[in-house]
T-cell receptor
Framework: DVKVTQSSRYLVKRTGEKVFLECVQD?????MFWYRQDPGLGLRLIYF???????EKGDIPEGYSVSREKKERFSLILESASTNQTSMYLC????????????FGSGTQLSVL | AQRVTQPEKLLSVFKGAPVELKCNYS??????LFWYVQYSRQRLQLLLR??SRESIKGFTADLNKGETSFHLKKPFAQEEDSAMYYC????????????FGKGTLLTVNP
């Protein structure tokens, strides 16, 4: 079974802190994604990557950055956390051109106080 | 721009009743459409995709290009179908992005 692992299930941070969310997949997938999931807003794509050191902005990249130094790891960085970034963050991966099936992590619930 | 609309935030039915979760999309090309499901305390997972024309857990969905719809249907709902359902669209080509709808929370009552 494909495993997409997010390092933290719950995270509480203060406004202005730099926050790192980590995601690791074990199936040698080329594509990796970060979404945020908010009630009533569904899933919105923040950033995605289709190769090591490659990244592209999604629909809501403001306030976020990403890093992909190794194929299996995709990090989401909140440069200066704000309260409106309180959300559930979902990482996903897929084979290249295998977009028909995204494999999701269990999510990180981030609270920014 | 591509867009996915799920008009119902909440849908409640009784066990054994038919269920239809609506999904409409906006895209001028040839879309690839999917339904994802998230059961309580579980990960989001693929339910079905239109290219496979498959039935999963009794659910089917037909792509209607004329009406730009991809509604999810099941003739007899079960309590274990209670979950959040998301419709998703891939515009294809070199675009790797899946655009999700806002989701419909289905509750199947006993």
């Amino acid at each position: 079974d494909v495993k997409v692992t997010q390092s933290s299930r719950y995270l509480v941070k203060r406004t202005g802190e730099k926050v790192f969310l980590e995601c690791v997949q074990d199936m040698d997938h080329e594509n990796m994604f970060w979404y945020r999931q908010d009630p009533g807003l569904g899933l919105r794509l923040i950033y995605f990557s289709y190769d090591v050191k490659m990244k592209e902005k999604g629909d809501i990249p403001e306030g976020y950055s990403v890093s992909r130094e190794k194929k299996e790891r995709f990090s989401l960085i909140l440069e200066s956390a704000s309260t409106n970034q309180t959300s559930m963050y979902l990482c996903a991966s897929s084979f290249w051109r295998g977009l028909e099936k995204l494999f999701f992590g269990s999510g990180t619930q981030l609270s920014v106080l | 721009a591509q867009r996915v609309t799920q008009p119902e935030k909440l849908l409640s039915v009784f066990k054994g009743a038919p269920v239809e979760l609506k999904c409409n999309y906006s895209y001028s090309g040839s879309p690839e459409l999917f339904w994802y499901v998230q059961y309580s305390r579980q990960r989001l997972q693929l339910l079905l995709r239109h290219i496979s024309r498959e039935s999963i857990k009794g659910f089917t969905a037909d792509l209607n290009k004329g009406e730009t719809s991809f509604h999810l249907k099941k003739p007899f709902a079960q309590e274990e179908d209670s979950a959040m359902y998301y419709c998703a669209l891939n515009s294809g080509g070199s675009n790797y992005k899946l655009t999700f709808g806002k989701g419909t929370l289905l509750t199947v009552n006993p």
